[in-house]
């Protein structure tokens, strides 16, 4: 016998049909390739981390894995090295940097440090790197002091800029270094040097420079001699002093005060033996007796 | 009136939208196969004119990209017969053209043989306003033709000027820009069935592609198997198809008359299956290996076996010889040329300058139709196979594809038609409207 079978229909159905010219359309094609699983993917994606505990243990883990990277041998850092700095400064330095070593490279904080090694007094600069093999190195330069200034509160080292150094206990400690005093005397400290750098040919006399009302300065010398310069061309008035000086002694003499406040009109104060003194001998070469 | 040249010009403006898409389906819907190609049209920008080199009779601007056939179910003598079963075969071919040619087509041109077609001649005078002939003279010439009563339930196809003539010049392809007086012009009109093209509209709507374009298989047949000074001087195009055989005439490039047989190759097949007491798809097979038109000695040995399976061992075992099969084809094939015969000559086709007959279709490639139609149709008989257009498949360049390829040439390049051209403002009032620019224009 013949098998009976249904003869197959080769026409596709209206629906098959319908969905073939949809998957032709470029459009509806892309959407369906692309956009559908992008859809789904970004879908459990969403649903996934819609959970509190997920979003926490997947941040945790993260953290976990960070941790792990950073504490690696090659990222410790275990000492620090401080080069160009004084014993006491180098002991200030590790002092006010609170690093607790060894501690990994990402904790560090290198523009910090700088910044707070730079608030010490003593440094001028300072630069904070991490050297090969686990070395925390800190470059500094360190203030010269170049002037010693006293003042209400008491002695203190200033460099050339007339910035603080250090504190000082006592005078004799720091001999070499002259003296400046009163208030305002750390802002004109370049004036200051300057003026000391004139006044080296009295020298040995000299006790040290006064700035009086936070304008000008007196340069004080032994036998309490001062020399009372103006706010304006100081240097150059000192200057006229010392060559008086050299020409006819004038600080050798029994004066007291030289005021040069207006530098045209030069002053002498006399002591007053002195100033008895001259008046006899003018006495004697008026002939008054 | 006015509706036919609404639906046609909607039609037209379908079209234009398919060539802005460029992509466009053909699809020949016949009694025997139904054949969807897929035209992508490239612009002529992608072909820019090489020097010397033409542009390939304007075909180089399309590509066909996708190409399927089925076999027709529900329709015969070139009508649809039932409908879902035609809607299905559409479905079917349009599906495989578009997977091949991967991309999806929203509109269709579609040609059909059935409809019983029938030509009209009709004639038309105006005069010329303002001396030069414009378009809107000619919309006017061809508004002017005297249409006969055509009957109802029927439709016109086609409706294309065939000659113009400017007052006593005859013969003008273009009467545009040309000065004279009086225009005079030929149409010619071809009416079919309009339940036939409505059945159309609707299985081609439930396959969701808007139609772009109807023409009768007859006339694209021609267009695409008659060469060009065939056309020029006067040509008869027999398209032998299955169900029907469509034959038109073309003269100067256009087509002047139009019918069909309702006979073809099915009725053969027909023939042989009743003859022979075998199913249709045997006879189908049978006709197409071993069929053939003039007996010879060497026929009568030739034995062709006709299986069978009905279990009967003397049924099934059954052999003709092969001139017994001629003898029962050689009668139907010359009933067929003979009754186009008729149709010529009720046409008027001695009267031609040449009497060139081509034949083609899927019925012209019979063994011995060239020895067999000489003597019915006359001398100047050759069997025409289509013009190879642009990325046809091998497969489909046969003489069963000659109205299809037709079809693609039509998409491509539709010739002007009656309702190309403005319909003249006359019935809308437009007169008196004229008359008082007239009036603005003489007194301002």
């Known amino acids: 016998m013949r098998p009976v079978k249904a003869v197959r229909d080769p026409a596709p159905s209206r629906l098959a049909y319908r969905v073939q010219r949809w998957l032709l359309t470029p459009l509806f094609r892309k959407a369906l390739l692309w956009g559908l699983p992008v859809a789904i993917l970004a879908a459990s994606g969403a649903a996934y981390i819609s959970d509190e505990a997920r979003r926490e243990a997947i941040a945790a883990g993260f953290a976990e894995l960070r941790r792990s990277i950073e504490e690696r041998p090659e990222f410790m850092v275990r000492l620090m090295a401080i080069d160009g700095a004084s014993d006491e400064v180098a002991e200030d330095i590790r002092e006010i940097v609170p690093v607790d070593f060894p501690l990994s490279s990402f904790d560090l904080d290198l523009p910090a440090i700088r910044e707070q090694v730079q608030t010490l007094d003593a440094v001028a600069r300072a630069e904070v790197r991490i050297r090969a093999g686990g070395v925390l190195q800190v470059d500094i330069a360190e203030r010269i002091p170049a002037l010693v200034w006293r003042s209400r509160n008491g002695l203190e080292l200033i460099d050339a800029e007339g910035r603080r150094v250090a504190a000082l206990n006592e005078r004799m400690a720091r001999a070499d270094l002259p003296l400046v005093a009163g208030p305002g005397g750390d802002v004109a400290a370049a004036e200051a040097l300057e003026l000391l750098a004139t006044a080296e040919p009295v020298r040995d006399r000299l006790r040290g420079l006064l700035r009086v009302g936070e304008r000008r300065w007196d340069v004080v010398l032994d036998r309490d001699q001062r020399i009372l310069l103006p706010e304006q061309g100081a240097v150059s008035a000192l200057e006229q002093v010392l060559a008086l000086d050299e020409a006819r002694d004038l600080l050798e003499r029994d004066v007291l005060v030289v005021d040069m406040r207006l530098p045209h009109r030069p002053t002498l104060r006399l002591a007053d033996h002195a100033v008895e003194e001259l008046r006899r001998i003018r006495s004697i070469s008026f002939g008054a007796d | ?381 050759r069997i025409g196979r289509p013009l190879r257009v642009q990325g046809l498949p091998q497969a489909a360049t046969g003489a069963a594809f000659s109205s299809s390829v037709g079809l693609c040439l039509f998409a491509a390049h539709p010739q002007d038609e009656w309702w190309d051209f403005e319909i003249p403002v006359d019935g809308l009032g437009g007169r008196s409207l004229r008359r008082a620019v007239k009036w603005f224009k003489d007194n301002w």
């Open chain 2, 1 to 381: 009136m006015t509706d036919l040249y609404q639906s046609q010009r909607a039609m037209r403006s379908m079209r234009r939208a398919a060539m802005h898409r460029g992509v466009i389906a053909v699809l020949d819907i016949g009694s025997s196969k139904i054949a969807c190609l897929i035209l992508r049209f490239d612009g002529p920008q992608q072909f820019p004119d090489e020097a010397g080199v033409g542009s390939l009779a304007g075909q180089s601007s399309f590509r066909v990209i996708g190409a399927a056939t089925t076999r027709s179910r529900g329709v015969k003598l070139g009508e649809i017969h039932a409908m879902q079963e035609t809607e299905r075969a559409i479905r079917t071919a349009v599906q495989a053209a578009q997977k091949m040619a991967n991309v999806r087509v929203d509109h269709a041109i579609a040609c059909f043989s059935g409809g019983q077609p029938r030509s009209y001649g009709l004639a038309g005078e105006a005069d010329i306003q303002g001396g030069q002939v414009g378009e809107a003279d000619v919309a006017h010439v061809l508004a002017a033709c005297d249409v006969p009563d055509y009957g109802d339930g029927r439709d016109v196809l086609h409706a294309q000027p065939v000659n113009f003539a400017l007052d006593h010049r005859s013969g003008l392809a273009d009467p545009r820009g040309q000065n004279g007086q009086r225009l005079a012009c030929d149409m010619h009109m071809l009416t079919i069935d309009t339940k036939a093209i409505q059945n159309i509209l609707y299985c081609i709507k439930r396959c969701d592609l808007e139609l772009a374009g109807l023409a009768s298989s007859a006339y694209v047949s021609g267009v695409s198997s008659l060469v060009e000074d065939e056309q020029e001087l006067g040509a008869a195009c027999i398209d032998m198809g299955g169900g029907t055989t469509g034959l038109s005439i073309f003269m100067k490039k256009h087509m002047i008359y139009a019918d069909t047989v309702r006979l073809g190759g099915d009725h053969v097949t027909l023939d042989i299956s009743k003859g022979l007491q075998i199913p249709m798809a045997t006879a189908e097979r049978i006709k197409t290996f071993h069929g053939g038109l003039v007996a010879t000695g060497m026929d009568d040995r030739e034995m062709i076996e006709l299986g069978r399976d009905t279990g009967d061992w003397e049924l099934d075992r059954r052999t003709v010889s092969r001139a017994e099969l001629i003898g029962i084809m050689r009668p139907r094939v010359e009933e067929i040329l003979e009754e186009v015969r008729a149709r010529l000559d009720a046409a008027g086709f001695e009267h031609l300058p040449s009497q060139q007959i081509v034949l083609t279709g899927g019925g012209s490639q019979v063994p011995g139709l060239d020895g067999l139609a000489p003597k019915i149709l006359g001398q100047q008989v």
